[in-house]
Every structure is written in structure tokens, then in C-alpha cells.
Antibody, heavy 119, light 110 residues
Framework: QVQLVESGGGVVQPGRSLRLSCAASGFTFSSSAIHWVRQAPGKGLEWVAFISYDGSRKYYADSVKGRFTISRDNSKNTLYLQMNSLRTEDAAVYYC????????????WGQGTLVTVSS | QSALTQPASVSGSPGQSITVSCTGTSGDIGNYNLVSWYQQHPGKVPKLMIYEVSKRPSGVPDRFSGSKSGNTASLTISGLQAEDEADYYCNSFTTSDTWVFGGGTKLTVL
């Protein structure tokens, strides 16, 4: 079955960087678009970034544009999110979510990794 | 990228029907049939319940249905059950090539 496992979260100071990873299995990773979605503690869901199956298209939320970079390595079945210039408002659980093919919806989610931004 | 507008809470008794609204703009809900709905129980991962406005993934009970009119999408749950108590989020693709969620609606089963 589809499995997405995020890692790389932790505590980081404002202004510093962090890289999240999402290891995928149980489906053809190289054929699937993937998203990052985050959820601040006690808050709602916020879409963060999208990458197409081949990495040729990348889209970002305005709140992270210019600071975050989404990428993928299809040879390793792994998705990444490089987060630079972190702010306190970036603190959240970060989920990777597989795009349901051609429907622009999120049909499988990882368990999430917690990012805490604090001095 | 303003969030879609959902009521903060709705409630209903077992067996009843409830509807959660999700209001956007001509730049998102009104422009595409790419609205999806997610159920999230406390401490759990979101689950896709509806995609492309009204389609249900396999395994989702047919008590869950979706619709859209203009810039507003709706999720209806009929025959309400205790396990339906959760947070529900709508989502839409936008003309800016981004996705936007609603603020979430807490469903209470009385």
C-alpha cells in the first residue's frame, strides 16, 4: 500500500534552515505529483508546495515563495523540502501528500514531521 | 491566496443530515471543478473524502456527497454517525497554480 514517511523535523532558530525528506513506497513515485501541506498546532491545513512527477513544474504558496524549495529524487523515491530563513510562523507539522492523478487532490498522506521555530 | 470560507462549526444528531459550505471566488472554486474535502480526526492524518467536487474515493461511504454552485462548494453527510465527528476541510485548485484550503469546520455529533 502507499506509504509516505517524513523526516527531518526538529527545533531550529529563526533565520536558520532545515531540510525535510519524504520517503515513498507502494506506488510508482516517478509517475506521481507530490505536495507539502502543513498544519500549525491547533490550526487548519495550509498548502505549501507542489512538484510534478518529473520535477519540471514547481508551485509555492506566497507565504513560502523565495524561502522554500521543493525537489525530488526519483531514483531514491524521495521528496524534499529545503526551508531557509525560517520564521516563527513556519512552525507546524509538515505532511507530504500524494496527488491523486489528474484530480489535484491529496489522496495519501504521511504521518507528518514537526518543525518548531524558536529562539 | 485567501483561505476559502467555512463555518467554524456545525452539529447534528445521529441519523440527521448536515451540510458544510465552502465559499471561494471566481479564481478558485468558481473556475474549476477541482474541489476536494478532507476529514481529520483529532491527532490523525487528513483523509480524502471527496474529489473533483462530487466523486468519492473507494472506501468512503456514500453518506458523504459533494456539490458546487458558483463560488460555493458543499459537503453533505447524511445518516450522521458518531464516527463522523471530526474536522472537515475543503480545498480548491486556483488560477494562480496554487491550492487553497478552507479554515476547517468542526462537526459535532450530538
Amino acid at each position: 500500500q502507499v506509504q509516505l514517511v517524513e523526516s527531518g523535523g526538529g527545533v531550529v532558530q529563526p533565520g536558520r534552515s532545515l531540510r525535510l525528506s519524504c520517503a515513498a513506497s507502494g506506488f510508482t513515485f516517478s509517475s506521481s505529483a507530490i505536495h507539502w501541506v502543513r498544519q500549525a498546532p491547533g490550526k487548519g491545513l495550509e498548502w505549501v508546495a507542489f512538484i510534478s512527477y518529473d520535477g519540471s513544474r514547481k508551485y509555492y504558496a506566497d507565504s513560502v515563495k523565495g524561502r522554500f524549495t521543493i525537489s525530488r529524487d526519483n531514483s531514491k523515491n524521495t521528496l524534499y523540502l529545503q526551508m531557509n530563513s525560517l520564521r516563527t510562523e513556519d512552525a507546524a507539522v509538515y505532511y507530504c501528500a500524494k496527488d491523486r492523478t489528474d484530480t489535484w487532490s491529496f489522496d495519501s498522506w504521511g504521518q507528518g514531521t514537526l518543525v518548531t521555530v524558536s529562539s | 491566496q485567501s483561505a476559502l470560507t467555512q463555518p467554524a462549526s456545525v452539529s447534528g444528531s445521529p441519523g440527521q443530515s448536515i451540510t458544510v459550505s465552502c465559499t471561494g471566488t471566481s479564481g478558485d472554486i468558481g473556475n474549476y471543478n477541482l474541489v476536494s474535502w478532507y476529514q481529520q480526526h483529532p491527532g490523525k492524518v487528513p483523509k480524502l473524502m471527496i474529489y473533483e467536487v462530487s466523486k468519492r474515493p473507494s472506501g468512503v461511504p456514500d453518506r458523504f456527497s459533494g456539490s458546487k454552485s458558483g463560488n460555493t462548494a458543499s459537503l453533505t453527510i447524511s445518516g450522521l454517525q458518531a464516527e463522523d465527528e471530526a474536522d472537515y476541510y475543503c480545498n480548491s485548485f486556483t488560477t494562480s497554480d496554487t491550492w487553497v484550503f478552507g479554515g476547517g469546520t468542526k462537526l459535532t455529533v450530538l
